[in-house]
């Protein structure tokens, strides 16, 4: 089945930094998401990208689903001790079992302030 | 508007105990999904439904069994608990399959003893 690749796994920054995760994957996504999780809380979707190429932005963060629709990036500007969870990317496709999402494994971040 | 709601929140069990855990949702929602979370393993889906009286498997459906009797509501079954299934578990809806923003519940951790 498809999988993504996440990266990186984890990551410690001081708070005020910015942060960069990617996730790339094998085949191609017509939608890409990126979710948060909270500790001891379901993931929340953060931004949603529809189109190959497309770059939105939520507040602080920033996402761009790429060219080749097999990848995107996830950037937090300015980060602050909120920030601190789990990352994850999401790829889904269209019609039948391809509208599930497959999730990366997820990037941990954390912030120290 | 409770969103997803999931029990119990915490599950401790013996090996080849059977029990329940329930995933209800009050926003009239037709696709419902169960993924299992483990460290370093992202999310992984194990079963679905995109409506009453439809279910399907997904990536890890071994040893767990669903039904959906009512939009509202879908259980997953745990038949004869393993340790290999201890893990936090998520139900999540959306308003159809392909559907963005999937809503998450809270969880539910499960440890199989």
């Known amino acids: 089945g498809q999988q993504l690749n996440q990266s990186p796994q984890s990551m410690f920054i001081q708070e005020g930094e910015d942060v960069s995760m990617n996730c790339t994957s094998s085949?191609?996504?017509?939608?890409w998401l990126w979710y948060k999780q909270d500790p001891g809380e379901g993931p929340v979707l953060l931004i949603a990208?529809?189109?190959?190429?497309e770059l939105t932005s939520n507040g602080r963060l920033t996402a761009q689903f790429g060219i080749t629709r097999k990848d995107s990036f996830l950037n937090i500007s300015a980060s602050i001790p909120s920030d601190v969870g789990i990352y994850f990317c999401?790829?889904?496709?269209?019609?039948?079992?391809?509208?599930?999402?497959?999730f990366g494994k997820g990037t941990k971040l954390s912030v120290k302030p | 508007n409770a969103g997803v709601t999931q029990t119990p929140k915490f599950q401790v069990l013996k090996t080849g105990q059977s029990m329940t855990l329930q995933c209800a949702q009050d926003?009239?929602?037709?696709?419902m999904s169960w993924y299992r979370q483990d460290p370093g393993m992202g999310l992984r889906l194990i079963h679905y439904?995109?409506?009453?009286?439809?279910?399907d498997q997904g990536e890890v459906p071994n040893g767990y069994n669903v039904s959906r009797s009512t939009t509202e509501d879908f259980p997953l079954r745990l038949l004869s608990a393993a340790p290999s299934q201890t893990s936090v578990y998520f139900c999540?809806?959306?308003?159809?399959?392909?559907?963005?923003?999937?809503?998450f519940g809270s969880g539910t951790r499960l440890t199989v003893v």
């Open positions: 999540a809806s959306s308003p159809s399959l392909g559907a963005l923003g999937y809503t």
């Open positions: 439904s995109v409506g009453a009286g439809i279910t």
């Open positions: 990208l529809y189109k190959a190429g």
């Open positions: 085949s191609i996504f017509n939608t």
């Open positions: 999401a790829g889904q496709n269209y019609g039948g079992s391809q509208g599930n999402l497959i």
């Open positions: 926003m009239n929602h037709e696709y």
